[in-house]
């Protein structure tokens, strides 16, 4: 397969896995349950549809797969299962709008880290770009102070360095990491699961959160977690653009909660930035391959 068809088969794949992330907080809200019960439904039914996925492919292809491709997976498992206490936490302890506005700062992190780690060195408009969006999160986070948010946008920061790092590792080691995110659930899971022994089992709606545990994360995470396989860290995070921009649109239409204003500010800066930088990527990207196509012709 051509290095371009990897491109675009990365772009789609990634794309459809934003796309199907945007219904996540909803759906969880939409249970109306104790964030301990939520995470312990959440993670088990993606567990369970992880495995039964697998086990499917394997049945069928000889060529599925590890679940914990080595050290490196086993790293990025744990990575993700840290992501998704961090991501819960959030979700209990600030507004949506905040959560994924703070989210989508992961392409910051994921550029920094490639940087560092993989030599990936940002363009001068990247590190503009960069700089907008510290300035649109800081904006978000300085409203939070004083309202009780504080923790919680704390904890969507926390959970997007997490990704980040997930995100760098699994291109770093140019490993098949499709069902490593979904498995990396056993963490929170047996967390999730210590809480509830203790609290009890606290949810109205529960249709809606084996819904999402059992279709919307395996799906979501397969894709993502792939995209580092054909495109960039930095392409990868963007794609967590879509939650940022439908999920608050999603909270607004089914439970009316409105942003604050400074929240608002601040996401605007880092949406108009984030789909800035996205389409700058795009020309640059077809300029190059125009260029290749010029000098080494087929």
């Known amino acids: 397969m051509s290095s371009h068809t990897d491109h675009q088969k990365g772009l789609l794949v990634t794309a459809v896995g934003g796309l199907v992330l945007s219904i996540d907080i909803p759906l969880i809200r939409l249970a109306h349950g104790e964030a301990w019960t939520i995470l312990l439904l959440r993670t088990g039914c993606t567990l369970a549809a992880a495995l039964i996925m697998w086990a499917v492919w394997r049945s069928y292809s000889k060529d599925a797969p590890q679940l914990i491709p080595g050290r490196s997976g086993l790293v990025v498992a744990v990575i993700y299962g840290l992501g998704a206490v961090a991501f819960m936490t959030a979700v209990y302890h600030t507004s949506t709008a905040d959560l994924v506005f703070i989210l989508a700062f992961n392409t910051v992190f994921a550029a920094l880290l490639s940087w560092l780690f993989l030599k990936e060195r940002p363009r001068p408009l990247t590190l503009a770009a960069m700089a907008l969006m510290i300035v649109g999160v800081a904006i978000i986070v300085g409203d939070s102070v004083g309202t009780g948010y504080l923790f919680g946008d704390l904890m969507a920061l926390c959970s997007a360095f997490l990704i980040a790092c997930a995100i760098t590792i699994s291109r770093a080691s140019d490993k098949d990491m499709g069902f490593t995110a979904l498995i990396g659930v056993i963490l929170p899971f047996g967390v999730a699961a210590?809480?509830?022994?203790?609290?009890?089992?606290?949810?109205?709606?529960?249709?809606?959160?084996?819904?999402?545990?059992?279709?919307?994360?395996?799906?979501?995470?397969?894709?993502?977690?792939?995209?580092?396989?054909?495109?960039?860290?930095?392409?990868?995070?963007?794609?967590?653009?879509?939650?940022?921009?439908?999920?608050?649109?999603?909270?607004?239409?089914?439970?009316?909660?409105?942003?604050?204003?400074?929240?608002?500010i601040g996401g605007g800066i880092m949406i108009v930035t984030l789909v800035a930088h996205s389409l700058w990527q795009l020309h640059e990207g077809r300029k190059r391959r125009a260029d290749l196509a010029v000098h080494h012709p087929a």
Do not use: D
């Open 194 to 264: 210590f809480m509830v022994a203790r609290t009890g089992f606290q949810v109205e709606a529960p249709w809606w959160i084996i819904l999402n545990g059992g279709v919307v994360m395996p799906i979501a995470f397969f894709c993502l977690a792939n995209g580092p396989k054909y495109i960039s860290g930095a392409e990868v995070a963007m794609f967590y653009l879509l939650e940022t921009i439908l999920a608050p649109v999603w909270v607004w239409m089914i439970f009316a909660e409105t942003p604050s204003r400074n929240s608002l």
